[in-house]
């Protein structure tokens, strides 16, 4: 094969990965899907907004430090994080669909310029809800 064909297919390849987010996270909660509030709610900061999406309990694991945690404490602890790490921007890179279990994966720029990596898992039982939100250093 070419190295022109060879580039094409990457490109090719890297674009179909990115835009299986989109039509993933509008298929099940409207034109804007849960995804899409999250990546907004993590791009602004916005903690209150965000737990909205929270399961009863929620397992968080921020930079390592993991635990179980009830709505109202996960929140509390966001709340603290996005105190030190003031977001800049986010956006999802990747997102699957698994039966009953969905994830996605993103990056989050902060205002200091520290770089994280961020996997939301969400749950449907009836309704999605964010059962473990994950944040490491990129």
């Not at 070419?2 to 990115?18: A, E, G």
Request: glycine share 6%.
């Amino acid at each position: 094969m070419h190295p022109s064909n060879t580039n094409t297919m990457k490109k090719i390849y890297v674009w179909l990965l990115l835009s299986s987010c989109v039509p993933f996270a509008g298929a099940h909660e409207g034109r804007d899907g849960l995804f899409d509030q999250i990546a907004k709610q993590l791009a602004a900061g916005d903690v209150e907004a965000l737990s909205e999406s929270f399961s009863t309990t929620v397992e968080l694991d921020l930079l390592g430090d993991e635990g179980m945690y009830s709505k109202a404490q996960a929140t509390l602890v966001l709340k603290q994080f996005f105190e030190r790490y003031t977001p800049k921007t986010f956006s999802f890179k990747h997102c699957s669909d698994k039966q009953s279990v969905k994830y996605a994966v993103g990056v989050l720029h902060t205002r200091d310029g520290t770089t994280f990596r961020v996997t939301v898992f969400v749950k449907e039982d009836g309704d999605l809800k964010m059962q473990q939100l994950r944040i490491e250093k990129h």
